[in-house]
């Protein structure tokens, strides 16, 4: 996922189309996957990476799910099925 | 812990595209398993091994009051959590791992808490428009800083004179004040989609008067 370019960038947002928060929700546990696959995410899922990139909310999350499903190996234990 | 969900789980049709540990998971939830409720205790663990990674990840840059309640936050988020989840379960559809899509779950909720918590008690000044602390440093050559303070000149101006107070309300608010949206929306009894969609608009209104004025921004934000 691209970090916005610069202040002025944060400020106007991508230019590209963006799903809002629901959907790019919905679709955000495939994208991160494809992602830490080593996968091209963001040519997957445009609309999602557009939207991480305009949300800070979002991308907050987005942040998180990653970096939890990269240390998910340390977490395993008894919670699983 | 959340009230035991008595709604059907997944058919059994979809379960042949998932991963052992997926379809494992699954099983364990049908309502028609013996086990459930171990299995939702489970999940309920997991979820809070989630949150909890998130609080602790995020400790440094909060404020040292919630820094006490951190357990309690992850503990609520992970039982908000597992309610969301168990209401969806027939929507899963194997597209990611069980667990991936269990933890999304617990992140969406801790991550607003903390949101929430972080700005407990603290106001929302949009009369103090603090643009000038907003210099953009990607700029290197004395042309491109005296293109990017023009932009930014001409954005303040802009965001006075062309957006609703409710878009210029909550524009200023998330990227001049970096409130987040989940508190803008919390104090305006709003949802992040809705509050999302207002400053969309106000940045969509806000790109085409800039083209009007003759500015040309790249999709990045730069000034060509």
Known sequence: ???????????????????????????????????????????AFPEVANHLEACPDCREDYVALTELLKAAGDLSGEGSA | MAQDA?????????????????RQWLARLDPETPDRREAIQALFELLLRGARHETHRRRASLPRQVGDELDDIARQAADDALTVLLRKLDDYRGASRFTTWA?????????????????????????????SRLADTNAVDPQAQTNARELMA?????????LTPRQRDVFVAVLVHGVPIDVVAERHGSSRGAVYKVLHDARQKL??????????????????
């Open chain 2, 103 to 131: 933890y999304k779950f617990a992140i969406f909720e801790v991550s607003a808490a903390l949101r929430r918590e972080a700005w407990r008690g603290r106001s929302i000044t949009i009369e103090d428009e603090s643009w």
């Open chain 2, 207 to 224: 790109r085409l008067a800039l083209a009007v004025q003759g500015w040309e921004v790249g999709s990045g934000g730069e000034a060509t």
């Open chain 2, 154 to 162: 001409a954005i303040e101006r802009t965001v006075a004179t062309d």
């Open chain 2, 6 to 22: 008595t709604r059907p789980g997944p058919s059994q049709s979809q379960l042949v595209q998932l991963d052992d540990e997926s």
């Open chain 1, 1 to 43: 996922m691209n970090e916005p370019r610069g202040t002025i960038g944060r400020i106007l947002g991508p230019a590209g189309p963006d799903l809002g928060c629901d959907h790019s929700g919905d679709l955000l546990d495939q994208f991160v996957e494809a992602e830490l696959a080593g996968l091209a995410a963001r040519q």
